[in-house]
């Protein structure tokens, strides 16, 4: 059974950060994109960040960029996503997310991609 396991949500104030997590198991995702994403209630599911297969290229969301890294252990078959300087306007649900097709990757789009996690809640308090 293929899983993605995501954690390390919680509660911080602003201008903190947290560091989320998330291991995949059932297959490797060795060569696969992984990625985050978050939905705050009434909103649709947004991009945050993702990383190639190979590691090398890195995409981020506008309203993230120099604030969150990702990162992979293609070894462990894990991704993390550190946030700093974290806001009141990113408090949301996050999901990783895994998938082959690069394209799919490249478009960002979250109704392209294959396997997610099962979230974890990220509040972020003024």
């Known amino acids: 059974q293929v899983q993605l396991v995501d954690s390390g949500g919680g509660l911080v104030q602003a201008g903190g950060s947290l560091r989320l997590s998330c291991a995949a198991s059932?297959?490797?995702?060795?060569?696969?994109?992984l990625g985050w994403f978050r939905q705050a209630p009434g909103k649709e599911r947004e991009f945050v960040a993702s990383v190639s297969g190979n590691g090398f290229a890195r995409i981020y969301g506008d309203s993230v960029k120099g604030r969150f890294t990702i990162s992979r252990d293609t070894a462990k078959d894990t991704v993390a996503l550190r946030m700093d300087s974290l806001k009141p306007e990113d408090t949301a649900v996050y999901y990783c997310?895994?998938?082959?097709?690069?394209?799919?990757?490249?478009?960002?789009?979250?109704?392209?991609?294959?396997?997610w996690g099962q979230g974890t809640q990220v509040t972020v308090s003024s």
């Open positions: 059932g297959r490797s995702f060795d060569s696969a994109a």
């Open positions: 997310a895994a998938e082959d097709s690069a394209a799919a990757w490249l478009a960002g789009e979250p109704n392209l991609w294959g396997y």
